[in-house]
T-cell receptor
Framework: GESVGLHLPTLSVQEGDNSIINCAYS??????FIWYKQESGKGPQFIID?????DKRQGQRVTVLLNKTVKHLSLQIAATQPGDSAVYFC??????????FGTGTKLQVIP | EAQVTQNPRYLITVTGKKLTVTCSQN?????MSWYRQDPGLGLRQIYY???????DKGDVPEGYKVSRKEKRNFPLILESPSPNQTSLYFC???????????FGQGTRLTVV
């Protein structure tokens, strides 16, 4: 079946370095992609989104890249800070208003 | 303050005893949904609603019911809970479609 997955379950990054979190999706009909951040004990929090007619979108310290050819998207966090430590999920809207989440990548920031 | 409120935050119940988890949002959002989160499986959508009286199944709807009688409320009902429904549940809401969803704090349910 269709799925949204992540390449690595855990990513450790030195404070101040850039982080790159990857995500693969399989539904070629997906038209909208979202990144969420989930801190321990909290609900997911929206970070940034991108529509399938774009290949790059930038926010504050974050950039999402979409490569439809290989069905891959990535979240780049510039100058990673301790407060960025969390689990990051990608999600896609494939079927009619349905959202599918990946399993998550845990980002650990090393001071 | 814009928020999605779930209650209760924690619940331990016994197999077969009907329960309801409430969800309320104060942002006048049309779209609301329920997810369950299990280790290694991420978040899986249970049910979603695009507006009042409009609900549809997500990926894992078995054993759950929902209703959307008012725009702000979207309760999740477990008619006969079973241990495999032990999980962390999240309610979410957004404008129009599942873009920029706001999530509640979660409800940790244990069924024994």
């Amino acid at each position: 079946g269709e799925s949204v997955g992540l390449h690595l379950p855990t990513l450790s990054v030195q404070e101040g370095d850039n982080s790159i979190i990857n995500c693969a999706y399989s539904n070629s009909a997906s038209d909208y992609f979202i990144w969420y951040k989930q801190e321990s004990g909290k609900g997911p929090q929206f970070i940034i989104d991108i529509r399938s007619n774009m290949d790059k979108r930038q926010g504050q310290r974050v950039t999402v890249l979409l490569n439809k050819t290989v069905k891959h998207l990535s979240l780049q966090i510039a100058a990673t800070q301790p407060g960025d430590s969390a689990v990051y999920f990608c999600a896609d809207r494939g079927g009619y208003q349905k959202v599918t989440f990946g399993t998550g990548t845990k980002l650990q920031v090393i001071p | 303050e814009a928020q999605v409120t779930q209650n209760p935050r924690y619940l331990i119940t016994v197999t077969g005893k009907k329960l309801t988890v409430t969800c309320s949002q104060n942002m006048n959002h049309e779209y609301m949904s329920w997810y369950r989160q299990d280790p290694g499986l991420g978040l899986r959508q249970i049910y979603y609603s695009m507006n009042v009286e409009v609900t549809d199944k997500g990926d894992v709807p078995e054993g759950y019911k929902v209703s959307r009688k008012e725009k702000r409320n979207f309760p999740l009902i477990l008619e006969s809970p079973s241990p495999n429904q032990t999980s962390l549940y999240f309610c979410a809401s957004s404008f129009g479609d599942p873009t920029e969803a706001f999530f509640g704090q979660g409800t940790r349910l244990t069924v024994v």
